[in-house]
Antibody, heavy 122, light 107 residues
């Protein structure tokens, strides 16, 4: 069974940098899957942030592209999110997610972490 | 960016009723539309993939249909445990996008 677990600071200062790590178990980060970050601000809906492939290739939501970096650490079976110049609008529950490539199709957002609450406060 | 619009935003029903949630995409997306269920305090869970394909372990009362720009999620014979917010999600074109969500209340 695949499990994903987010970790990182729960509080980030305005204009600071948010860094989250997702540790994957039960699957290899080097597989043909995509590794995704999704967030849910308080009282709002889900927002796709971006995705990273084991090669390091990534796709990021254009409105966040200048502030977001996604990366993969194969040695630790982890992937990470870095978001710079944080504001109150970035406060949210951040989920790490796997889209699984089967022999037939890509199963989008199949496996989710439990989520990490990030608050923006000085 | 493809905008995905769900309706209604909120619905309140009683057990055993049937509910239909719709999702409309601003551009044609074929069958690249997926449905998620999120209960309070939990992570989202995939309940239908590629518009109409079932997911192992998801009750058969959940079904999806549609192609192109218009899609529906149907839950037959509602149960109390179906209370949740439901989201559609398009994976046809980057950036991928979610609908705004439909909150389903079971009276």
């Amino acid at each position: 069974q695949v499990q994903l677990q987010e970790s990182g600071p729960g509080v980030v200062k305005p204009s600071g940098t948010l860094s989250l790590i997702c540790t994957v178990s039960g699957a290899s980060i080097s597989s043909r899957d995509w590794w995704i970050w999704v967030r849910r601000p308080p009282g709002k809906g889900l927002e796709w942030i971006g995705e990273v492939y084991p090669t390091g290739s990534s796709n990021i939501k254009p409105s966040l592209r200048s502030r977001v970096t996604l990366s993969v650490d194969k040695s630790r079976n982890q992937f990470s999110l870095t978001l710079t110049s944080v504001t109150a609008a970035d406060a949210a529950i951040y989920y790490c997610v796997r889209s699984h490539q089967t022999g037939v199709a890509l199963i989008h957002l199949q496996d989710w972490g439990q989520g990490a609450l990030v608050t923006v406060s000085s | 960016e493809i905008v995905v619009t769900q309706s209604p935003d909120f619905q309140s029903l009683t057990p055993k009723e049937k509910v239909t949630i719709t999702c409309r995409a601003s551009q044609t997306i074929g069958s690249s539309l997926h449905w998620f269920q999120q209960k309070p305090g939990q992570s989202p869970k995939l309940v239908v993939k590629y518009a109409s394909q079932s997911i192992s372990g998801v009750p058969s009362r959940f079904s999806g249909s549609g192609y192109g720009t218009d899609f529906t999620l149907t839950i037959d014979t509602l149960e109390a445990e179906d209370a949740a917010t439901y989201y559609c999600y398009q994976s046809s074109r980057l950036p991928y996008t979610f609908g705004q969500g439909t909150k389903l209340e079971i009276k």
